[in-house]
Each structure stands twice: as structure tokens, then as C-alpha cells.
């Protein structure tokens, strides 16, 4: 490899080396740090950048689920639904970003962050619940699935911080399951995604497949962290990811309505 390769692969495994451990131990996609590590390291176009990372998602929520999965952490049921459901959500919200004043979404979905980061540092989780799963309780499963692929194309949030949260806080799932469950939902969501992408020439897959190979070594890091920590602390670090999330979002808003100042 020459010294040049070497330079732009760097910054590729040390992000895939950090979203595998984040996507392990919360359950999610690592788009909220592959995003913004690309877009400092990298010359990539936004869009490209969303591809790449989306790519990148599908080998390492292999790898997580198999380590969820093997101490029976997975609801394959659950994943299966919640996956149609984003997927056909995710075509939706694409159509109505064009259409629904966004902002409103944002804070709404600001909102709705703030209540789960409150309950999950005020309620008392526990390992030993169980789940049964209805007739009732599968079209429940779609309808989050379809929310969360609305709201991921409106705002290009992971569905994975939406999914976690509701299944723990809606659902009565242990966290282990809702982390298992939710990375077993994002893999048809992202290979479709990719497919996608890859039409319209939106992702360099082999920095892609970098990033996700890497991010496979520590994405079971991430999972034995999870599964070796007290629930009451996995909840609170879970409420920590989802207060920087929050800080992200509040900051872009505050920085587009200066921007619309000054421009008006």
C-alpha cells in the first residue's frame, strides 16, 4: 500500500474502529458518528457521505446481531416487521421532505428525544421481562417501523436511536433485545438503501466496505460492553448517546434560523 493509500485509509478504520463499538453497545447504525467523521476527513459530497455510511452499516449489524443472537437477544419476528415498515417509511419520507415543513418535525422529534432521555434515567429497567408476540402487537411493530423510515428520510436520522427506545419503553423489551432486534432490522434497510445509492452513483463502496469490515472487529466489543453492563447504567449511557444526538440537533436548528436571520 503506498503512503498516499495509507493516508486515506487512516481516517476510514480509526471512524469504523469507533462506530463498531457504539453500534455494538447502543444498538445502532453509527451514521451519528460516521456522518460527521466523513465529512471532516473526507472531500466526500453530503450525499455521498450518507451512501458510504449506509453501506457500511450492513456488515457490522451482522456481526451484532450474531453476538446478540447467541445469548438469544434477538426478536427475529420484531426485526422482520419493523423492516418493512422503515423501508416503505423511508420511500414516504423522501416524497414528504418536499412537502411538510420540516423544522416542525425537528423539534417534534427533539421533543420526543427529551421524554425518552427522561424516562430512562427515571425508570427501573430490568433483564428478566418477556415478550409475546400478537397479532395487535405485529401491526404496532410495522407502524414504528414505518415512522421511523419517515422520519429517517425526512431528518436522515437512524432508525436505530427511534427503535431501541420504543422497544424498551413501549414494548417492555430488555435492552439487549431492543439492541439485538433493532440491528436485525437495519440490514434489509441498508443493503435497500445501498442498492439504491449505488444506481445513482451516491456511495464509494470501497471505502464503505473499509469502514464496515473495521467497524466489524469492535461491534462485538460493543456488545460484550452491553451485556457485561448493570441495565440501570446501560440506561443511562443510552440516555447520554441520545442527549449528544440532542445537542447535535438543537445546534443545527439554532444555527439555520441565524442563518435565515441573516439572510433576511
Known sequence: MTEAARARALPLILTGIATGVFSGLFGVGGGVIMVPALAMLTTMSRKRISGTSLAAIAPMAIVGVVSYGS?????????ALLAVGAVLGAQLGTW???RLPTPIVRWLFIAFLLLVVFELVTSIPSREQSFTLTVGAAFAFAGVGLVTGVLSGLLGIGGGVIVVSVLMLLFGFTDLVAKGTSLAMMIPTAVSGTIGNLRRGNVDMRA???LGITACFTTVLGTWIAQALDPQVANWLLAAFLGVILLQLVGSEVQ?????????
Request: proline share 0%; hydrophobic share 45%; aromatic share 0%.
Open 256 to 264: 439555520r434560523i441565524r442563518r435565515k436571520d441573516i439572510g433576511e
Open 71 to 79: 445469548q438469544g437477544n434477538v426478536d427475529l419476528a420484531a426485526a
Open 208 to 210: 464503505g466496505m473499509l
Open 96 to 98: 414528504l421532505l418536499e
